[in-house]
Structures are given as structure tokens and as C-alpha cells.
């Protein structure tokens, strides 16, 4: 058994990446100047884990601006950039970058059995582009002009209207695109060209086939953003009237521009958070994947249906009824493959060998609240009902359940699951137990009510409203508290354990796919020899061969 | 059957009611079955896994059954959007513009107002401009709303079967002040919107839609 899939057993007196430098430096440069797919994903989750909470924080604030009617804290100028700086943060530096870069810079290469990506600097240059994004994003806030004022779709005119800085914050959403499709262009040519030997498509973890499906919508979709924000940076310094009507140009133009990469974004950023819930059920349930092709071919199936409803996002703007119906058809159609993976899942629940640890708690929050959020997209995706609700706290509430209950959850899920293998520490489990508690009752108690009020008529990114919403405004920000408060729990007991946790062993849940069968934290190479695969990737009967390894 | 301020309201609240039941069936479903197996197959309890690779019948089953509940949806919603698309002839028009940060009525006699005042049991037709960027116009209580968008007139039409006062509220961000772009659309008895509009507003009787 062992050397069919683990390569060579795990040698005591191996350095860990943490220790070996693919570099002649040591110390910070041996991390800045860093090929290893290891390390530039430790390096993107310290950069998006910081964007994380600063856009949490953001949220934070708007949500203790809104505990009443009228001015609280801050005056409607510093709240509407707030929201604006809430969305860019959370959807350019966290969302979308998030789970790929990470988690699938660190275990898509040792999931499918190889050594590095296909191009470990390209991969580096990724993370600086990444970083320069960033950068060019907070140098924008405290340049003349002051924070943009937009909403993160700065929709034209108003985005041309403004005097903010505008064109440094979307250049640098232009910048950060580059990041996201050369990771992409990284990922679709590891999957093809590095797989171990034996490590056919179909034997591939689902992780690997979700982040693969995403690769390719990066490439695809990331390229329409970069060219609509550069027309938009063309129209506000030369003024030349592509979009805006003052000068001839069309407005809805630019709406449709803009979400034919944005909406095909939406599933960037929960694919691969599709793909680590199918990684953690049969883990923690001890048995196979049910409906292994069908999980799998969703992913490609969302990947490309994803990318022809991007107009369900404009169904108030005055398009033609015609587009109007065919647009909300096939959203209705892109709901199915979703449907799919949920019910795939619960049913390799059925006669497992369930042990909900922290990680499984999270994915059954998460198929709780991405169901939810789910559900709620068919109600926005009929057209008598999205009239009504388009542009409300409903809007609101439901892609907070898709993004936040759906990819934050699984964000924390993963993290929960690979930490030890990441860091080879284990943290406090009944803490993480506590956290997954909390975090429920808090996030349900944040955006719940805003369905409520979405139904009742409060629009969305209002800086005041009627006194007939203050109750469930309250409830609301009391939920903000409890979810940021876990936040930093989580990051509390996850640092202790970092510093002072007990060591973790290499397969602590008792994991099959290749990254349990390597050390925690990993060598350098990954695996002292490639190994050669003939089982398929949830296949739980080498587990006891491979506690003798 | 509590009176409801537009005909076209319930037709919209039926489709949300029928989309919400179902959609509760199926979370109930998904997630009591999860919490089930959870306790059920229990590591605890010390019961071998089984592994089941998959089953093609039940792929069916779960691909054919929510594209028929879909397809439903879709059907409801369309058939209650078609409810305000359809132009009728003889409606009242009222010409709007929205600006930062007001909405503004220019009604058939030239008349000009900051709050919309329209007669009961007529069809309203809104011709919708923007003077500068977009807004939206939004009538939480009739459940429609419509962007306002310059150099694009976009239409948006109801029939108000209750008197009384509503909120109009602007539904697209358009900067400093969109959360005080309010307004109020009042609706009137036939008498009350003749004595207001001060002239011949030609209701015609036989045109009351259902």
C-alpha cells in the first residue's frame, strides 16, 4: 500500500517548509522572495485574513451607524464610503481571491500529487500583484478626493459624477484581476500537466475539480471587468462618452459589462467553497462521496451556466421584457446544479460513520445557510417578486447568506480542517465547537431580519430610514456584535494554538486524500517520491494501512 | 379579504408565498434529514460506513423534480410581471423626473408637484426621466419599482384600488442623500382628485380594470 499512494513514509527527521528556504536567504526574504505553492498560501491567508477583518470592522461600524434613525456615528458622506470600501474589501481582497488562494495554492498541487504549481513564480508574482491591488486600495482612501462613494458596482454616472478617488479604487480592482486570472491560468495548468501518476480526471479529489471549474472563470470572465474599468478610468479623464449619456454613452451598457463579470464572479467565489464541503463530508462520515461525477460535473455546470444570467442583476433597469423573462429563466436553471451538490451531499451522510468535529459543524452550518441563500435567489430570480425586492435589505440579506453563510462559512470550515496539516498544531477543539455556536445564532440574528425589512420596502445602502424599521435594525446590529466577537474568538484560540497548541499528527481526522498522507506540516517537496495513484480519491479502506505507515 | 392597495400586490405575495412554502419544505427537508443521519450514523454507535457511490435513479429524481418546481416559479412570476407590462390604453400619465435628491410630477394639465397625486381606481402610467444620474422609483406598498435613468424614459404602471397616503422611496444609490429621497404618492377618491386637479382629468367609467 505504501508505495502505491503515500510515496515513501514519513520520515521523523524531515524538515518541514517551514524550515527550508527554496531560496540562498533565510528569514523574511526566505518568505518574500518564496517559490513554494506552501508558503505563498500562508503568505495570501496573513494578507486576505487581514483584509477580512478590516472589512468586517467596516461592517461593524455601518451596522452601529444603523442601531437608530438619524446621525449616530459617523455623517452620510463617511457612510456611504463605508459600504463602498465594505463591498470592495470583502469581494475583491476576501471573497474572490480567498479559497483559491489559499487553500488552493497549498492543496491543489498535493491533492493531485505534485511538487509545486506548473509555474512558482508566476505564482509569486500572483501574490505581489495581489499585494500592489491592496496597497493601491488603501492609498486611495487618504489621497485628495477621499474614499470612493460609489457602491462597489460604481455604476455610471454617478461613478463619473463623483468627485472622489474613483479611478485609483477601481484600478485597483483592475489590478487585483490580474492577480486572480494568473492564478487561474497557474491552477488549469497544474491540474492538466502535474497530476501523480494513476491520477486520472475522474480519481481527483473534488476540491481539485471545483478549483479547476473557478480556474476557468477567472481567465474567462476576470478579463470583461478589466476592460470595463478602464473605459470607466478613459470616460472620467478624457470624458469620452462610452457609458455616460451626459455624452451620448449608455448606462445599461456598463450595467451589462459589469455583471457579465460580476455575476460569473459570484460563482468564483463559492465554487471552490462547494469543493471543500465535498472534501469534508466523507472525511468526517468515513465513506465515500455519493454522486462523485454529478458533484463534479455541476461544478462545470455552474461554471458555464453562471456565466448567461448576468442580466437577473438589472431586471428594474428598463431592459425589454423579453430579456427580462429569458434572463430570469435561466436563473431559475443555474439553481439546479446547486440543488444537486446539497442533496449529493446530505445523502453521503446516509450510513457513514459520522463524527461532527469542528470542521463537519461548520459545513452543516454552511448547508443550513447557503440553503437559505440559495432559496432566497428563487425568489429573486422571479420577476414579479424581483421588482419588488430588487435593490432592498432582501437583496441584502440573501447574498450575505450566499457569500457570507455560504464561502465565509466554508472559509472557516476549511481552516478549521486543514489547520493541523497547515501548521501542524492542533487548537482547542471544544472552543471551535463554542465558535461554530455562536457564530450561528449571531449571523442569523444580523441578516435575518434584513428579509424581513426587505419585504416590507427598506432599500438598500440607505444611510437613514423610517422609524418602522428600527426594531429590526437593532436586532440586527446586536448580531453584528456576536459575529464579530466571534471573528476575533476564533482568531484568538487559533493563534494560541499556533503558539502554544499541542503538536497535531499527519491525518488527525483520518483523511485518505494525498495531503494526509504526507507530514504536518509538509516537507519542502511535499512528497519524498511521487506517488503513483490506483484508488479513487474517497476510497477509506487505506485508512488502516496508512496508520501503520 | 383585507383590502390591498393594488390588485397587481396579491398576485406578487401569492408568488412569494408560493416560492417561501416551498422553499421551507425543502430547507425542513435538507436539514432534518442531515441532523438525522448525523445522530443516527452516529461514530459513536460503532456501526461499519457504507459506501455508496452513487445512485442514478435518485440523480433523476433530484435533477426532474426541482426543474418542474422551478419551472413553476418561473410561470408565477412571469404571469404577475406581465400584470404591470401590459399598457393600457386609456391610463393616466403622469410625467416624472427624479434628480439628486428629489422626484418631481408634471401632470397633463401642466400642473407640477413634489408628491404624486393620483385618482382611485384609474391606470396610472408613469413616464420615468432622470435629470442627472440613475435613481430608481420605488412604491413599497404596490410591490413595483422601475429605474430612472438619463436620456431613457422607462414606464411603470398601477392601479391603485385604496385611498390613502404611501411611501416613494429612491431605490438606486445616488449618493449623498439617496436615503432622504422620499416622496409620497397620494391616492384620492374621484371627487377629492377633480377638486385637486382642478380641471377635466376624463374618467372613463366602463375602463375599471378588474
Same mark, same amino acid.
Given at each position: ?149 460609489t457602491g462597489w458596482t460604481f455604476y455610471i454616472p454617478y461613478s ?61 470572465a476576470?478579463?470583461v471587468i478589466?476592460?470595463t ?14 457609458f455616460?449619456p451626459?455624452?451620448?454613452g449608455d448606462p445599461i451598457l456598463f450595467q451589462h459589462m459589469f455583471w457579465i463579470y460580476s455575476h460569473p464572479a459570484v ?39 453562471g456565466y448567461l444570467v448576468w442580466a437577473h442583476h438589472m431586471f428594474t433597469s428598463g431592459m425589454s421584457d423579453t430579456a427580462r423573462w429569458i434572463f430570469s429563466l435561466l436563473t431559475f436553471?443555474v ?42 435567489g428563487?425568489v429573486l430570480g422571479s420577476l414579479a417578486t424581483n421588482i419588488h425586492l430588487h435593490d432592498t435589505?432582501f437583496v441584502v440579506?440573501h447574498f ?59 432599500p438598500r445602502r ?88 | ?15 412569494? =408565498? ?52 422551478? =419551472?413553476?416559479?418561473f410561470?408565477?412570476g412571469y404571469?404577475?410581471f406581465?400584470?404591470i407590462r ?10 416624472? *423626473? ?30 420615468m426621466?432622470s435629470?442627472?444620474v440613475n435613481h430608481a422609483f420605488y ?5 413595483i419599482k422601475e429605474d430612472m435613468i438619463f436620456g431613457k424614459t422607462n414606464y411603470l404602471?398601477? *392601479? ?10 429612491c431605490a438606486e444609490y445616488c ?7 422620499? *416622496?409620497?404618492?397620494?391616492? =384620492?377618491?374621484?371627487?377629492?382628485? *377633480? ?16
Amino acid at each position: 500500500m505504501a508505495d502505491t499512494v503515500a510515496g515513501l513514509p514519513v520520515q521523523h527527521a524531515e524538515k518541514s517548509f517551514y524550515q527550508q528556504s527554496t531560496n540562498k536567504y533565510s528569514g523574511i526574504l526566505s518568505w518574500l522572495l518564496t517559490t513554494d505553492h506552501k508558503r505563498i498560501g500562508i503568505m495570501y491567508l496573513a494578507a486576505i485574513g487581514f483584509f477580512f477583518f478590516v472589512g468586517a470592522v467596516i461592517g461593524l461600524l455601518m451596522r452601529l451607524e444603523l442601531i437608530a434613525p438619524g446621525r449616530q456615528i459617523m455623517d452620510a458622506q463617511t457612510y456611504n464610503s463605508f459600504f463602498t470600501l465594505h463591498g470592495v474589501i470583502m469581494i475583491f481582497l476576501f471573497i474572490i481571491p480567498g479559497l483559491p488562494a489559499i487553500f488552493g495554492n497549498f492543496f491543489l498541487p498535493i491533492q493531485i500529487g505534485a511538487r509545486d504549481v506548473a509555474f512558482p513564480r508566476l505564482n509569486l508574482l500572483s501574490w505581489y500583484i495581489y499585494m500592489i491591488g491592496a496597497a493601491l486600495v488603501l492609498v486611495s482612501l487618504f489621497l485628495p478626493g477621499g474614499p470612493i462613494d460609489t457602491g462597489w458596482t460604481f455604476y455610471i454616472p454617478y461613478s463619473v459624477r463623483s468627485t472622489t478617488n474613483v479611478s485609483m479604487a477601481i484600478f485597483a480592482a483592475f489590478v487585483l484581476g490580474f492577480s486572480s486570472i494568473l492564478t487561474g491560468i497557474n491552477f488549469v495548468t497544474t491540474t492538466h500537466r502535474l497530476r501523480a501518476p494513476g491520477m486520472s480526471f475522474f480519481k481527483m479529489p473534488l476540491f481539485v475539480w471545483a478549483t479547476y471549474a473557478t480556474a476557468w472563470i477567472q481567465i474567462i470572465a476576470t478579463p470583461v471587468i478589466g476592460i470595463t474599468i478602464l473605459l470607466v478610468i478613459i470616460e472620467r479623464l478624457f470624458g469620452v462618452g462610452i457609458f455616460d449619456p451626459a455624452l451620448g454613452g449608455d448606462p445599461i451598457l456598463f450595467q451589462h459589462m459589469f455583471w457579465i463579470y460580476s455575476h460569473p464572479a459570484v460563482y468564483i467565489m463559492i465554487l471552490p467553497a462547494m469543493g471543500v464541503v465535498s472534501e469534508i463530508i466523507p472525511t468526517f462520515a468515513r465513506r465515500t462521496i455519493f454522486g462523485y461525477k454529478a458533484i463534479a460535473m455541476s461544478s462545470l455546470a455552474i461554471a458555464f451556466v453562471g456565466y448567461l444570467v448576468w442580466a437577473h442583476h438589472m431586471f428594474t433597469s428598463g431592459m425589454s421584457d423579453t430579456a427580462r423573462w429569458i434572463f430570469s429563466l435561466l436563473t431559475f436553471i443555474v439553481a439546479l446544479p446547486s440543488g444537486v451538490k446539497i442533496f449529493n451531499w446530505v445523502a453521503t451522510m446516509y450510513k457513514g460513520s459520522i463524527d461532527p468535529q469542528p470542521p463537519f459543524l461548520w459545513v452543516m452550518n454552511f448547508i443550513f445557510l447557503f440553503s437559505i441563500g440559495g432559496l432566497t435567489g428563487l425568489v429573486l430570480g422571479s420577476l414579479a417578486t424581483n421588482i419588488h425586492l430588487h435593490d432592498t435589505y432582501f437583496v441584502v440579506a440573501h447574498f450575505h447568506y450566499v457569500m457570507f453563510g455560504g464561502t465565509g462559512t466554508i472559509f472557516f470550515a476549511a481552516m478549521h480542517y486543514w489547520f493541523p496539516k497547515m501548521f501542524g498544531k492542533m487548537y482547542n477543539i471544544k472552543l471551535a465547537r463554542i465558535a461554530v455556536l455562536l457564530f450561528f445564532v449571531g449571523f442569523n440574528l444580523l441578516y435575518f431580519p434584513k428579509f424581513i425589512m426587505g419585504y416590507m420596502g427598506m432599500p438598500r445602502r440607505y444611510y437613514d430610514y423610517l422609524p418602522q424599521f428600527e426594531a429590526l435594525q437593532e436586532i440586527s446590529t446586536v448580531g453584528s456584535w456576536i459575529v464579530v466577537g466571534t471573528l476575533f474568538f476564533i482568531l484568538g484560540y487559533l493563534i494560541h494554538a499556533l503558539l502554544k497548541g499541542k503538536k497535531a499528527t499527519s491525518n488527525p481526522w483520518g483523511g485518505v486524500t494525498l495531503e494526509w498522507h504526507i507530514a504536518s506540516p509538509p516537507s519542502m517537496e511535499n512528497f519524498a517520491e511521487i506517488p503513483t495513484v490506483t484508488r479513487e480519491p474517497y476510497d477509506f479502506s487505506q485508512l488502516k494501512e496508512m496508520k501503520n505507515e | 379579504m383585507s383590502p390591498v392597495p393594488t390588485t397587481h400586490v396579491e398576485s406578487v405575495d401569492f408568488v412569494m =408565498l408560493y416560492i417561501v412554502g416551498i422553499s421551507v419544505v425543502l430547507l425542513l427537508g435538507v436539514t432534518a434529514t442531515m441532523i438525522y443521519f448525523v445522530f443516527k450514523y452516529n461514530r459513536k454507535k460503532g456501526h461499519q460506513p457504507v459506501d455508496i457511490h452513487g445512485n442514478i435513479l435518485l440523480e433523476i429524481i433530484w435533477i426532474v423534480i426541482p426543474t418542474l418546481l422551478v =419551472l413553476s416559479m418561473f410561470y408565477f412570476g412571469y404571469t404577475s410581471f406581465r400584470e404591470i407590462r401590459d399598457i393600457p390604453d386609456n391610463s393616466f400619465v403622469v410625467k416624472v *423626473t427624479a434628480r439628486m435628491w428629489q422626484f418631481s410630477f408634471e401632470y397633463e394639465n401642466g400642473k407640477k408637484t413634489d408628491t404624486l397625486y393620483v385618482p382611485v381606481n384609474r391606470a396610472i402610467g408613469l413616464e420615468m426621466r432622470s435629470a442627472d444620474v440613475n435613481h430608481a422609483f420605488y412604491i413599497p406598498a404596490f410591490r413595483i419599482k422601475e429605474d430612472m435613468i438619463f436620456g431613457k424614459t422607462n414606464y411603470l404602471y398601477f *392601479t391603485p384600488k385604496q385611498v390613502g397616503d404611501y411611501d416613494v422611496a429612491c431605490a438606486e444609490y445616488c449618493g449623498l442623500n439617496h436615503s432622504a429621497m422620499y *416622496t409620497k404618492v397620494k391616492v =384620492l377618491s374621484e371627487n377629492e382628485f *377633480t377638486k385637486w386637479y382642478g380641471g377635466n382629468w376624463q374618467p372613463v367609467k366602463a375602463e375599471v380594470t378588474n
